[in-house]
């Protein structure tokens, strides 16, 4: 008669094999996991414009059509008086918050868009420009065009090197 030995349990091979394979969905969601953060980021960035927008329409209409507008000073980025007043009562009212999803608050820059300036994405800086619109067609950093009359954008860096900018007049 013959006996056999019934071996019970994985071969070596078995266990590196699902070792492996267990590393690499580790490693895929180590590396997508961050891109992923960023994303949410930039759109709440995006969300936070669109917010920014509407309390904007809200004070035009509160105050027959007038626009807010500060003296910029090129040298610095200093928090304009009137932006910061808007800020306090349309979009902070309430003991909201109103800030980057970084934890910086927001506040608004006019004038010039300097990469210098501009500081990058998660600094709170939203960068308004008077007599330009959006470019639509376009992602560039530098994605306006100049219109004559009265377009006023506002813009944001987002984290994946894009500006967002919106239209705040339409």
């Known amino acids: 008669m013959n006996k056999h030995k019934l071996n019970k349990g994985f071969t070596i091979i078995e266990v590196v094999l699902v070792l492996a394979i267990a590393g690499l969905i580790f490693l895929a969601v180590f590396l997508a996991l961050p891109a992923l953060q960023r994303n949410q980021r930039d759109t709440q960035r995006k969300n936070d414009m669109s917010r920014f927008k509407a309390a904007y329409h809200q004070y035009r209409a509160n105050n027959k059509g007038s626009k807010i ?4 000073n090129g040298e610095s980025m200093n928090k304009l008086p009137n932006w910061d007043n808007f800020i306090n009562e349309y979009l902070r009212k309430d003991n909201d918050t109103f800030r980057d999803p970084l934890g910086e608050d927001y506040f ?29 067609s376009s992602t560039k950093p530098i994605n306006q065009r100049i219109v004559s009359g009265n377009g006023q954008t506002a813009r944001i860096w987002l984290e994946s090197g894009e500006v967002y900018c919106l239209d705040l007049l339409n």
């Open 69 to 72: 507008g500060g003296v910029f």
């Open 108 to 136: 608004v820059q006019e004038g010039l868009w300097d990469y210098a300036r501009a500081g990058g994405a998660g600094t709170g800086v939203i960068t308004i420009k008077d007599g330009h619109v959006c470019d639509y």
